[in-house]
């Protein structure tokens, strides 16, 4: 990866050619990254690799026009043309409508989720953590399959109006799958973690590879709303498409779950059970992330729920230049948690009378955005509980259901500690009723 300086030359070249162009504002990126992996399947590594990538990209205004133009070549001549090019595609493009003008000088937050020796793998504790992982697969006759990832990135911006910016983050990451020998039981889970010394590979094993081993022969059930207890996993299938859904313009627009009444938005509403609280952090010390949204804009702790209420919504930098108010600070990470003591999962299952307990759920599509109405299907994990106690596995099932329904005041019962599982920290959740329309060939 290129180190700050050498990052920041480039940007200042590039500025420097698109002025000469005849650009009037002009936005730079600088992007540098080392991928590492290892893939296994059928309780064997199968292939290994590393690649190294350079990502550059210059985005310049002539006359109210946008240009744009990418590459992965730093040498004089080609950033000389690169520049040229964007200035060119501008001058040809039509009146860009939503510009705003680049970012000044700012100051930004350190940036912590970056460790050395993830951008630079061991790889014989690679090798050793795997063969245990396949160990683990081999001693209980199960057949595992996963990757194993570890990747790092350094980005430098700059503007025409004198911002410049450099971030490095890294992330390692271990999914299994895990499937049983009679082709009846499956189980996956997954980790990650910005410090590769803190990927916990024993635990993902021994969680996928206890679900396809209690899984097997799963008994059918009728179609039905049911209570639930969502695993982290689970939560984390679904939660993405309700952060998504976190924009002002397209609440102020009436596209949203989020739009009100007269164009107003649903901010200062209780839609959302009072314990739940979702924020955004880029200094939490389990996710941390660039302290600066995509735009530029420094980030800070910003609350999007708090206490069940809609706090803030995300206002992109043109989007409130029309709403003639501040760009929001975020949202960079989404952390979702109960501003009561969390509830472990057993004591979710001791605490049910009868319903089902989910690990994931898989293919999952959005339906409505109004409601966010989802459907899918649940995957490599689905028990029938009774009296508190998980009685045998069941048929995997379609669901269609609403996450502001699921999150509603009078359904969410419980929420546990959350767990990462980037760009998210999402909890256990049990809910009195999650709505499923039909049974699943899938295991």
């Known amino acids: 990866m290129l180190d700050r300086d050498e990052s920041l030359q480039i940007c200042e070249t590039l500025l420097a050619h698109a002025k000469t162009a005849g650009a009037e504002d002009a ?23 590393r690649a190294d990538d350079l990502g550059i990209t210059v985005t310049v205004s002539v006359g109210g026009r946008r240009g744009a133009a990418t ?4 040498s004089p001549d080609a950033l000389k043309q690169l520049a040229n090019e964007a200035v060119q595609i501008a ?22 989720g970056f460790a050395a020796a993830t951008a630079e793998p061991d790889l014989a504790a690679r090798a050793t953590a795997l063969e245990g992982v396949l160990a683990a697969c081999r001693k209980e006759k199960v057949t595992g399959a996963g990757f194993h990832s570890a990747n790092a990135s350094a980005t430098a911006a700059a503007t025409a109006n004198g911002n410049r910016r450099y971030f490095r983050s890294s992330e390692a990451g271990l999914s299994v799958t895990a499937r049983s020998a009679d082709g009846t039981g499956s189980g996956y889970y997954a980790g990650d973690h910005f410090d590769l010394a803190k990927l916990d590979s024993q635990r993902v094993v021994e969680q996928a590879v206890g679900k396809a081993v209690r899984s097997r022969a799963p008994k ?38 989020f739009s009100g009444k007269d164009g107003k938005t649903r901010v200062g509403e209780v839609l959302f059970n009072e314990r739940l609280n979702i924020y955004s952090d880029p200094m939490h010390p389990d996710i941390p992330v660039a302290p600066s949204t995509n735009e530029g804009v420094p980030a800070t702790r910003l609350s999007l729920i708090r206490n069940g209420v809609l706090e803030n919504l995300e206002y992109s930098r043109f989007w409130a230049q029309e709403k003639k108010r501040d760009a929001t600070p975020g949202p960079v990470n989404y952390i979702i948690e109960s501003s009561q003591a969390p509830v472990s999962l057993d004591e979710m299952i001791k605490g049910m009378a009868r319903g089902l307990v989910i690990s994931r759920f898989w293919y999952v599509r959005q339906v409505d955005p109004r409601t966010i109405m989802l459907t899918g299907l649940t995957r490599d994990g689905l028990w029938w509980v009774e009296k508190g106690r998980i009685q045998y596995p069941v048929r995997n099932l379609r669901f269609n259901q609403s996450v502001l329904a ?38």
């Open 406 to 443: 699921m999150l509603a005041p009078w359904n969410v019962e419980a929420i546990g500690a959350p767990e990462r599982r980037s760009p998210l920290m999402v909890p256990a959740l049990k809910l009195s009723g999650f709505a499923f329309t039909s049974i699943s060939d899938a295991i």
């Open 27 to 49: 936005a730079v990126s600088v992007q540098s990254s080392v991928e590492s992996h290892a893939r296994f399947a059928d309780n064997r590594i199968t292939t290994s690799g």
């Open 71 to 74: 590459g992965n070549d730093s």
């Open 220 to 257: 059918p059930i009728e179609p039905g709303v049911y209570p639930v207890v969502l695993e982290p996993q689970a939560v984390a299938d679904l939660m993405g498409f309700l952060t998504g859904s976190l924009d002002a313009r397209t609440a102020d627009e009436g596209r949203s779950a």
């Open 91 to 112: 001058r040809v493009s039509p009146v860009h409508r939503e510009y705003v003008p680049t970012l000044g000088p700012l100051a930004y937050g350190e940036d912590r």
